[in-house]
């Protein structure tokens, strides 16, 4: 049986209306899905090269400001 995720602790919604997984959930899946996700714990290993390298430099960027 699968456990059902808690708002705000699993996940949580953005300013747009879409569901945002938390570091958290990612963590206890285990991997990285690909798909680039905000919150990716795995810096993002599974995603596309070019895009990966973006996600990664935005990161950066963000922590530094």
Avoid: W
């Avoid at 963590?27 to 990285?32: A, T």
């Avoid at 714990?41 to 963000?62: C, G, H, I, M, T």
Wanted: net charge positive; proline share 3%; hydrophobic share 25%.
């Amino acid at each position: 049986m699968k456990k059902q995720l808690e708002e705000n602790i699993d996940f949580y919604y953005n300013a747009q209306g879409y569901v945002v997984l938390t570091e958290k959930y990612h963590r206890e899946r285990g991997f990285c899905c690909g798909n680039g996700c905000l919150h990716c714990p795995f810096d993002y290993e599974n995603v596309p090269e070019d895009k990966k390298s973006r996600l990664l430099e935005a990161r950066k960027a963000q922590k530094g400001a």
